[in-house]
């Protein structure tokens, strides 16, 4: 295990041959041929491989009475059905997983999965479905977060922090600011429903499964199942998105790995479309009230957010207030989080959990008081910037350019020439407005371990369980060897989502390429040392690894040449620690808009975006760029139209499928500029990289939001920004 | 009722020897009013299928055929990410009965070009990074082949301001007609470079 | 999805014939509603009668100076046809504006025409729905229910949905008819004004078509002229289904017609409302509109609507 317990220093990897240089996907032919086999498509590693199709609940609260499945265990080609009820309780499989993925009568959420029919083909597992006949008890709850905002919004118990005396601060303030604002739920809406098949074989259970993290999918199987985790396989080698709904076992995989154990035979689930966003999780609705008091000249002197966001009980919501804690100065602050228990389907992490709904609130504020102060809105952020925690002066953060990333982007995108008064500026009947926000995410990092393969042909052999989930995994570990080895990029290959690799961190939190590829510089050094050994070398960093070639006081060898004697393995992992957290490792950015909405029908269109990064080492451009403009455009979504729509009567999500919960098309997305400043954060990681995968996403919403108001001069605080907000008030 | 099948291909001869999911039942295909089939032109190869009715094209395409490169989203026509050519014409495969297209020529990304040998589309896709977790890609190509198509055959779209005269390859064309391909991704901004370079190339 | 027996017929006297014999049975074209909505048990014919092969794929000019567009003419076919592009722009812009490419390449003219209700609860069997199963109630109508894309006039208590379809709010103002054949031999030329039934108490019924009655083509008059222009607000820029759209035919002289989508159960146009264009979008919406009963989600319909006819009206000035 290496420890990375102090700051790196200058290493090799500084030089950035390969890594940081813009490859292109090495699973891209893959993935553009349709050879990347998902979790669903694995015809050729079983044989007889049955379908299973869920039954779900059509409550949101309370206990199946009665289950009939005879008429549908009559259908054509059913081979089984296994239903909750018969099952029993289950474990939950999970710390993070909130609402019982199935087992028992209880229901506490719609579309909760409670049974699972199992036939020859799709066709008939579906229709069988259909005939399972369900009595329930159902129990009324409230649904609707609005009605609890009133007392929470006021109250200032067990806050997340409070640092000074808010109160006093704020009413001294010259300048105030103090408004409510508001975000739907969400939808992850990715790509790839959830997907699983499993197969028992003596006593072991291997699941082929859409996962973005192999680790806590097989703690969760071997927990639900009461298995030993070397007892479970899970494999996931490509996922068709995930964005946090897939960090977690859901129901297709309990439902999966329960009807192939029962009926002996592999299952296969997928779940249908219309049943992921009320099966699976959602993000948290939230209400959010912000007060912000400053002095005239700009500075910040009391910061209050407080936010309330709905869970199932036993769940975290969506804590939308913490980045508020590290985002701007302010000597007297209070951060209040409240959670509304209801049984709505799971909330849990979508991602830049927090962050994103936090910021889609916080960078409209920002944006508010700076128009009070009469001030431009870039300077007002650069004059709030800190390099300290505002909580802890002693407390630094590790590597912060927020300003530069204010004052690069509003260079490039031309902010100086933007529309300073709101409705000031047309384009036919187009309103244009300018906007900008700040965005903030944390740079977190986990243990991950990779093993190195050197081959006697010569190529290099990458192995870990973790996860490309569109993130560039296969890319950029392949870099990070080549790098360490001297090896061109061709020479490597990686495989991962294996749970039978080592242990990686896995995809999350924006922590998966910044651990990753340090769990492969770990197994690289470690590599070299192997190689040193053989060489008879004490010291390997005394050998040069360059071009294939490993290079010595007394000469050179070729790589191949050495492993020609016999394949050559060497495995380790990264430990993340304790010196990082006496410092804040975070990432920084600015987004910059430029859109134009319709003077009459109120239409919004985006002309041009801008996103300037500052996270640490990017290891490629290429794949880094990728992940932050695909942010934007859920950041598009997120303003201009996703609306998990809640029916606050029956407790469930209504319009549950990508007809109903829009997110954006490739119509809605103008022209997109990534600028990633040159940093390099010695405290993150010891290759000095941050993620930006969910950095790319945060504060965008905002930056539309204040853009719409530059276009009209309507300030429009309750997401997303459609067009009965603000059509009233536009010209006539 | 194993399935006839007259090409020697490697997965699906596996699958014809033990999906049964017929045999016992004793129901033959021709007296089955539920069962049809179906002679389906796959990227050239002629495949003769029995189907249940309820198969949709995709599912013949992945379950029956293993060509699993045409990806199922949604299954109600509100993703693309099963778009494939049937006669020259992209469609929803979702959406459409494998029954009902007996004699047609389907095209599917697996016939654009394999891993080894790239079609101009799929490379400039890999060349832009067009995509990220994949899964909408086959989709997007697909779509992106045709469109192309599309606008040189005077189709007009929603965004074509003169309706009687010939169409332009446009960014705000290529956009549209490939609204009907989402990517949650987000790789949009991608996938049109990647567009525009094959209709350059092409002009 | 229940199992069905699989028809083909190669003319239309053929396909209405087997209609009429096979009890449950439906006419399948496009597919493109209709195998989405049997996917989730909403539809369940216990026989499909596949109709591609019967030939109605022209579009031909009639006597009348109009075209007879036949019924499996595609929304592609229909929206490119350069005759509909220079005698009718209003058809195809409305076509364009709907579904994607890969939908209007599959979908067809009579199909289009009887694309059922999007409102998420009649999308959800679990929940009451007297348009899907009549008596069970209307979900949409209960408190805290998701109102916003339902419609805002020409709606009942027993049901508050909005038709889908932007090809029929252009065929209503273009005056179109039906033209159908059912198994006695009997041939109907519908006006698109009466084809779609608004809900009462029976939702169920979203047109006057009779069991087994077939739609063999639709009929355009000779060209009206004028500037003809349809504009669809929606919340994203293309493949979702209208807030609020707006068919526009102005003359030179500022008379015209103005049909609307995604307000009314049916394709909304009041020809008396017409008369009011000279005066403006607030004037002809004040009677288009008239006794509408907007919801808590949706009254922005309105006001939006008459936004968008301005639009309209300053473009094709």
Not at chain 1, 371 to 387: G, H, S, Y
Not at chain 1, 692 to 706: F, H, R, S
Not at chain 3, 100 to 121: D, E, M, V
Not at chain 3, 257 to 286: C, F, I, S, T
Request: with cysteine; hydrophobic share 40%.
């Amino acid at each position: 295990m290496m420890d990375f317990d102090q700051p790196a220093g200058d290493s090799r990897i500084d030089l950035s041959r390969i890594l940081g240089q813009p490859a292109t996907r090495i699973d891209g032919p893959l993935k553009v041929s349709g050879a990347a086999r998902y979790a669903y498509e694995q015809h050729d590693v079983l044989e007889g491989q049955k379908v299973g199709y869920p039954v779900l609940a059509t409550i949101a609260r309370g206990r199946i009475t009665a289950m009939r499945t005879t008429a549908a265990a009559a259908m054509p080609g059913v081979i089984g059905i296994v239903t909750a009820p018969e099952v029993g309780k289950m474990p939950k499989p999970f710390a993070f997983n909130v609402a019982p993925l199935f087992g028992g009568d209880e229901v506490v959420h719609y579309h909760q999965a409670i049974a699972v029919v199992v036939a020859d083909s799709f066709e008939e597992a579906r229709a069988a479905a259909a005939r399972v006949e369900v009595d329930y008890a159902g129990e009324t709850g409230g649904f609707d977060l609005h009605g609890l905002w009133p007392e929470r919004r006021e109250d200032a118990r067990d806050p997340v922090a409070r640092v000074g005396d808010f109160e006093a601060a704020f009413a001294a303030a010259p300048v105030r600011l103090d408004h409510d604002y508001s975000t739907p739920a969400h939808s992850h809406a990715m790509m790839e429903p959830h997907a699983t098949l499993a197969h028992w074989q003596d006593g072991r259970l291997t699941v082929w499964t859409s996962n973005q993290m192999v680790e806590w999918a097989r703690t969760g199987l071997a927990s639900t199942f009461g298995l030993s985790e070397d007892q479970v396989r899970v494999i996931s080698p490509y996922v068709g998105g995930g964005f946090g709904t897939k960090l977690v076992l859901r129901a297709d995989a309990i439902l999966a790995a329960q009807a192939a154990r029962r009926l002996g035979c592999p299952v296969k689930v997928a779940l249908p479309r219309p049943a992921v966003m009320n099966n699976t999780s959602h993000r948290a609705a939230t209400l959010q009230r912000i007060r912000i008091g400053a002095e005239a000249d700009g500075r910040i002197t009391a910061i209050a957010h407080t936010a309330l966001s709905n869970t199932l009980p036993g769940g975290r919501g969506e804590n939308a207030v913490d980045q508020s804690r590290w985002f701007y100065a302010g000597a007297h602050r209070l951060f209040v989080h409240h959670l509304g228990e209801m049984h709505l389907p799971e909330s849990n992490a979508m991602r830049a959990p927090g962050e994103a709904p936090g910021l889609m609130a916080l960078e409209i504020a920002m944006d508010e008081m700076a128009e009070k102060l009469r001030m431009d809105p870039v300077a007002f952020r650069i004059r709030n910037d800190t390099q300290v925690s505002p909580e802890d002066p002693d407390k630094p953060f590790s590597d912060r350019h927020f300003s530069e990333c204010l004052t690069r982007g509003a260079e490039a995108f031309g902010w100086s020439d933007r529309p300073l008064r709101p409705g000031s500026r047309r384009d036919g009947d187009w309103m244009l407005g300018w906007g900008v926000a700040g965005a903030y995410r944390g740079g977190p990092a986990m243990t991950s371990g990779a093993r190195l393969r050197l081959q006697p042909s010569g190529r290099l052999l990458v192995e870990t369980s973790m996860t490309d989930i569109g993130t560039g995994s296969y890319t950029i570990l392949a870099q990070t060897a080549a790098e360490v080895l001297g090896l061109p990029l061709e020479a490597v290959e990686v495989r991962l989502g294996d749970s039978d690799l080592p242990a990686s961190a896995g995809s999350g939190g924006q922590w998966g390429a910044a651990s990753a590829t340090a769990g492969v510089y770990a197994a690289g050094l470690a590599l070299r040392t192997e190689i040193a050994r053989r060489l008879g070398v004490n010291d390997a960093d005394t050998l040069v690894f360059e071009a294939g070639t490993v290079r010595g006081s007394d000469g050179a060898r070729s790589l191949a040449d050495l492993a020609a004697e016999g394949e050559i393995v060497a495995e380790d992992a990264i430990r993340f620690g304790d010196f990082r957290k006496r410092q804040i490792v975070a990432t920084f950015g600015a987004h910059f808009v430029e859109l134009g909405v319709h003077a009459l029908t109120g239409e919004i269109r985006l002309r041009r975006m801008l996103a300037v990064c500052d996270a640490g080492r990017i290891l490629n451009p290429v794949t880094a760029r990728s992940q932050v403009i695909g942010g934007m455009v859920m950041g598009v979504g997120a303003a201009l139209m996703e609306e998990a729509a809640i029916d606050t009567g029956r407790g469930f999500f209504p319009a549950h499928d990508l007809a109903g919960y829009e997110v954006p098309v490739h119509a809605d997305i103008p022209v997109q500029e990534v600028i990633f400043l040159d940093t390099a954060d010695a405290s993150a990681t010891p290759l000095k990289a941050k993620g930006v995968g969910e950095l790319g996403l945060c504060g965008v919403a905002a930056a539309i939001a204040n853009a719409l108001y530059n276009a009209t001069g309507v300030r429009v605080r309750d997401y997303p920004l459609t067009l009965e907000h603000y059509l009233d008030e536009l010209p006539a | 009722m194993a399935i006839p099948h007259p090409v020697p291909f490697g997965p699906l001869a596996r699958r014809a020897a033990f999906a049964t999911p017929d045999a016992g039942r004793g129901a033959a295909p021709a007296e089955d009013p539920y069962r049809s089939s179906v002679t389906l032109t796959v990227n050239g190869t002629p495949h003769r299928l029995t189907l249940d009715n309820r198969t949709t094209l995709l599912d013949a395409l992945r379950e029956h055929l293993h060509l699993t490169g045409s990806k199922k989203g949604c299954d109600h026509g509100q993703c693309g990410a099963c778009t494939c050519t049937v006669n020259g014409t992209r469609i929803n495969t979702c959406l459409s009965l494998a029954v009902m297209h007996d004699g047609d020529r389907i095209e599917t990304i697996e016939g654009l070009g394999s891993a080894q040998a790239l079609s101009p589309m799929q490379q400039a896709f890999v060349a832009r990074d067009g995509f990220q977790c994949g899964y909408c890609t086959p989709g997007q190509i697909q779509s992106a082949c045709a469109v192309l198509e599309e606008i040189r055959a005077n189709i007009p779209s929603h965004v074509t301001a003169d309706l009687t005269a010939p169409v332009q390859i446009t960014e705000a064309e290529i956009r549209e007609r490939m609204s009907g391909n989402l990517c949650r991704c987000g790789a949009y901004a991608n996938i049109l470079a990647a567009i525009r370079d094959v209709a350059e190339a092409q002009a | 999805m229940k199992p069905f027996s699989y028809h083909r017929a190669s003319d239309a006297a053929q396909a209405v014939a087997r209609a009429a014999e096979l009890p449950g049975a439906r006419f399948i074209a496009g597919g493109t509603n209709l195998l989405d909505l049997m996917k989730l048990g909403i539809e369940a014919p216990a026989h499909l009668i596949d109709v591609n092969g019967l030939g109605l794929d022209q579009i031909t000019e009639t006597p009348a100076g109009g075209l007879r567009i036949g019924t499996l003419v595609s929304n592609t076919a229909l929206s490119a046809d350069d005759r509909v592009r220079r005698d009718y722009p209003l058809l195809t812009r409305a076509i364009a504006a709907g579904a994607s490419g890969q939908l209007r390449n599959k979908a067809t003219t009579g199909g289009n025409l009887l694309q059922r209700t999007r409102c998420p609860y009649f999308y959800d069997t679990a929940m009451p729905c007297n348009k899907r199963l009549p008596g069970s109630g209307c979900a949409a109508s209960t408190p805290g229910a998701v109102t916003r894309p339902l419609g805002v006039i020409g709606t009942s208590q027993a049901c508050l949905a909005t038709h889908p379809s932007d090809m029929a709010v252009a065929l209503r103002a273009l005056d179109a008819e039906v033209g159908t054949l059912s198994a006695d031999g009997a041939r109907r030329e519908i006006p698109l004004e009466s084809f779609h039934r608004l809900p009462g108490a029976m939702p169920e019924h979203d047109t006057v078509l009779r069991p087994g009655e077939l739609i063999t083509h639709v009929t355009l008059p000779a060209p009206v002229g004028g500037r003809q222009l349809y504009h669809k607000v929606r919340d994203r820029a293309s493949y979702a289904f209208a807030l609020v759209s707006v068919a526009l035919i102005l003359q030179p002289d500022g008379t015209g017609r103005v049909a609307l989508g995604g307000v009314a159960p049916k394709p909304w146009r009041r020809p008396e409302a017409d008369a009011a264009l000279p005066r403006g979008a607030g004037a002809v919406m004040e009677r288009l509109l008239e006794g509408a009963r907007p919801l808590s989600g949706n009254a922005f319909k309105i006001p939006l609507a008459t936004r968008t006819l301005a639009a309209l009206l300053k473009e094709a000035a």
